[in-house]
């Protein structure tokens, strides 16, 4: 069973530019969801997809958007990078509700440098 | 406004004493709460889930709904307990990967 993994793991970035996170989920799971920690602070929820549509956001702005393909993977995308963007972005995969345990796998994370 | 609340950044104890790392919610329904935690070096896991009311490497949480707390306890502390530790909450059914996370503890044990 393979589990969730990310690339980049690391990037670094300026003010005004975009980036592109990646996201492969855990074997056989069809939801995914991303979070953004920031440094000594717990994730944050930032969106979910499910069969390729975002179902659930959190409190981000529109610059923050993403995509799942058919075979599951992720993008996150965010354009109008901001200092304040730099963290790192975890991204989790689980099964749809009602079935699993609901437990949520997670990638080791993309570590996002803002300048 | 649903709401984690870990009220302890670093919690120091040493080897073979007893471990209560405090977490607090606040949400209007029924919440589902967990504990994940992150060893050195490692992923962010599932230690456990107050539906499931096990025990996981000894430790065990229960959700006081009076109290609006599910805190984790363990008797005896281990060297290899050291990590840390995020209490999170799910509220609702439909978003099954939105979680709210606490800011986290970092549990230190030493031998």
């Known amino acids: 069973e393979t589990g969730v993994t990310q690339s980049p793991t690391h990037l670094i970035k300026t003010r005004g530019q975009q980036v592109t996170l990646r996201c492969s989920s855990q074997?056989?799971?069809?939801?995914v969801s991303w979070y953004q920690q920031a440094l000594g602070q717990g994730p944050q929820f930032i969106f979910q997809?499910?069969?390729?549509?975002?179902?659930g956001r959190g409190n981000f702005p529109p610059r923050f958007s993403g995509l799942q393909f058919p075979n599951y993977s992720s993008e996150l995308n965010v354009n109008a990078l901001e200092l304040d963007d730099s963290a790192l972005y975890l991204c989790?995969?689980?099964?749809?509700?009602?079935?699993?345990?609901?437990?949520?796998?997670f990638g080791e994370g993309s570590r996002l440098t803002v300048l | 406004a649903q709401r984690v609340t870990q009220p302890e950044k670093l919690l120091s104890v040493f080897k073979g004493a007893p471990v209560e790392l405090k977490c607090n919610y606040s949400?209007?329904?029924?919440?589902?709460l967990f504990w994940y935690v992150q060893y050195s070096r490692q992923r962010l896991q599932l230690l456990l889930r107050h539906i499931s009311r096990e025990s996981i490497k000894g430790f065990t949480a229960d959700l006081n709904k009076g109290e609006t707390s599910f805190h984790l306890k363990k008797p005896f502390a281990q060297e290899e307990d050291s990590a840390m530790y995020y209490c999170a909450l799910r509220g609702g059914s439909g978003n099954t990967g939105k979680l709210i996370f606490g800011q986290g503890t970092t549990l230190q044990v030493k031998p």
């Open positions: 997809y499910y069969r390729e549509e975002e179902n």
């Open positions: 989790a995969s689980s099964l749809p509700s009602g079935g699993g345990t609901g437990e949520l796998f």
């Open positions: 949400y209007s329904g029924s919440p589902e």
């Open positions: 074997s056989g799971h069809n939801t």
